[in-house]
């Protein structure tokens, strides 16, 4: 019979020596992987929340009227002041009158032409060529969830004098908005398609009337809102769907609490925008439930 050696006690101790050193390296390996690939996924996803809640907001701010832009510390009980007044970081809520592009786009050719025809136009009516209330109508119905109409639409003269508080209705202050004397003038349609008539009950008399202009149906607010969680974190809230021009039954103009909400981003760390001139540039952080203290910011400038 032949004679098979085993292992001696120095060539185990080798052995173990080696695997353990093998199972170290490949168990730290392996975190470092898990470690790579998570931050990995985390910093994709903040690079695509961040991008979308700054391009959706852009979207909405490259219709704005751009005189009507105010800014407020805290919520709509706030002091509205003009956004380019507004320095410094402790402005939570962005808020402006919306242009009514999805009428001028429409399907085929714009209902709305944003041409005043001031030869045919009166102190009592105005004529608009080419412009079609009905059609005007029926999509601001559509897009309000029939909470809105062309009654409470408002036409914005271009080139003529801006109040931006009280001109617009942010103050809460009607007096401008109902003799027709204030920046935004609130109409609504005749029995003639391409008519608008003042909606406050009195017409146009000493108002300066100009050719072009744009209607509006709905000012928009972008809303930052701690979340309470005390780790910095919040969201921001798009409203729509109301118009300070417009009585909210108290005697004052509507704020964003008469209007709709729809959440754009959880988990906002910072959310800050200043102008200069007409230009406004914004900046979105977000931050990740899964790697504390970590944030990635994406700003945007828009014209």
């Known amino acids: 019979m032949k004679k098979r050696n085993a292992f001696t006690m120095i060539e185990l101790i080798f052995v173990i020596v080696v695997m353990g050193i093998i199972g170290k390296l490949g168990t730290e390996f392996l975190a470092q992987a898990y470690k790579s690939f998570?931050?990995?996924?985390?910093?994709?996803?903040?690079?695509?929340?961040?991008?979308?809640?700054?391009?959706?907001?852009?979207?909405?701010?490259?219709?704005?009227?751009?005189?009507?832009?105010?800014?407020?510390?805290?919520?709509?009980?706030?002091?509205?002041?003009g956004i380019g007044s507004a320095t410094g970081s402790d402005f939570k809520v962005l808020e402006w009158v919306a242009t009514d592009i999805d009428?001028?786009?429409?399907?085929?050719?714009?209902?709305?032409?944003g041409?005043?025809?001031?030869?045919?136009?009166?102190?009592?009516?105005l004529n608009s060529p080419q412009t079609d209330t009905n059609k005007?109508?029926?999509?601001?119905?559509?897009?309000?969830?029939?909470?809105?109409?062309?009654?409470?639409?408002?036409?914005?003269?271009?080139?003529?004098?801006s109040d931006i508080v009280d001109g617009y209705g942010w103050n809460a202050n009607l007096t401008l908005i109902n003799d027709q004397n204030g920046t935004i003038h609130p109409v609504t349609q005749?029995?003639?398609?391409?008519?608008?008539?003042?909606?406050?009950?009195?017409?146009?008399?000493?108002?300066?009337?100009?050719?072009?202009?744009?209607i509006a149906w709905t000012a928009n607010a972008i809303v930052y809102e701690?979340?309470?969680?005390?780790?910095?974190?919040?969201?921001l809230t798009l409203k729509y769907d109301y118009q300070p021009w417009k009585d909210n039954g108290s005697g004052s103009g509507e704020n964003y609490t008469n209007g709709k909400s729809a959440l754009?981003?959880?988990?906002?760390?910072?959310?800050?925008?200043?102008?200069?001139?007409?230009?406004?540039?914004?900046q979105v952080c977000v931050k990740s439930d899964v790697v504390e203290e970590y944030s990635l910011c994406k700003e945007k400038t828009i014209f």
């Open 226 to 235: 701690d979340d309470g969680s005390g780790k910095n974190k919040g969201t």
């Open 264 to 282: 754009i981003m959880k988990n906002v760390s910072t959310f800050r925008f200043r102008a200069i001139g007409s230009i406004i540039k914004i």
């Open 115 to 125: 041409i005043i025809d001031l030869n045919a136009s009166s102190t009592a009516l």
């Open 190 to 214: 005749t029995g003639n398609t391409d008519e608008f008539q003042s909606s406050t009950g009195t017409n146009f008399s000493g108002v300066d009337l100009y050719e072009y202009n744009k």
């Open 136 to 161: 005007i109508d029926t999509l601001i119905q559509t897009l309000s969830y029939a909470d809105s109409t062309i009654a409470d639409a408002a036409l914005y003269f271009i080139g003529s004098g």
């Open 38 to 81: 998570i931050f990995s996924k985390v910093n994709n996803e903040l690079q695509q929340n961040s991008a979308h809640a700054v391009e959706f907001i852009a979207s909405r701010l490259q219709y704005r009227i751009k005189d009507s832009t105010i800014a407020r510390q805290t919520d709509e009980t706030s002091t509205p002041i």
């Open 103 to 113: 009428n001028f786009r429409a399907d085929t050719t714009p209902n709305w032409s």
